[in-house]
């Protein structure tokens, strides 16, 4: 990286011989060149949020009828459940995705592509790449580490700069040759 933009490549991907490099290099050379244009000049950033989440949702009239089914079949039953779950988790997705569309409109001046998701598990809030021109990751760490000083319930963790792997088409060889 230091060298130049590099093309990440899946972890231990090994090929035969010089043979098979040159191959793969033919027969691949227009998404390495397509991704190399993209990536050029740019690095992956990671944030990482972790959060607690909020508990529970306030019981409404529409959520005492799950409370109250007792009488309910077992099937008419589970789906009442269901029902509960999902509108317990809208009520947790909700504030994260508002949480998230502010905290990107923040970062937008560094970074210039987003790969993200919003709530992979309960406590990880955000786990996003961000592809960052390589002129801009101390501002970029300087942001987000100004951010985890603004939200200090909020977890923040940078990594990188790294290669970009999330922002390149057909990263890994087909197959091991």
Not at 21 to 36: E, G, I, K, N, Y
Not at 39 to 51: C, H, K, P, S, Y
Not at 62 to 70: H, I, P, Q, R, T
Not at 99 to 109: E, I, M
Request: hydrophobic share 45%; glycine share 6%.
């Amino acid at each position: 990286m230091a060298q130049g933009p590099t093309l990440p490549v899946q972890f231990c991907t090994t090929l035969a011989d010089v043979d098979h490099v040159h191959q793969l290099l033919m027969t691949r050379a227009a998404d390495f060149t397509t991704d190399l244009a993209y990536v050029a000049d740019r690095v992956e950033m990671g944030v990482r949020i972790l959060w607690d989440p909020p508990l529970g949702v306030p019981v409404g009239p529409e959520n005492l009828a799950a409370e109250n089914s007792a009488g309910f079949t077992p099937g008419r039953q589970y789906l009442q459940q269901q029902i509960l779950k999902r509108r317990q988790e809208q009520a947790i997705r909700a504030p994260a995705e508002t949480f998230v569309a502010a905290l990107n409109a923040t970062l937008q001046p560094f970074f210039v592509d987003i790969r993200l998701q919003i709530l992979p598990t309960e406590r990880l809030l955000l786990s996003a790449s961000y592809l960052v021109q390589q002129t801009l990751v101390d501002a970029f760490q300087a942001q987000v580490e100004e951010l985890g000083t603004r939200y200090p319930s909020f977890a923040f963790l940078c990594s990188g700069p790294w290669p970009a792997y999330h922002f390149v088409r057909n990263a890994q060889p087909t197959g091991k040759l």
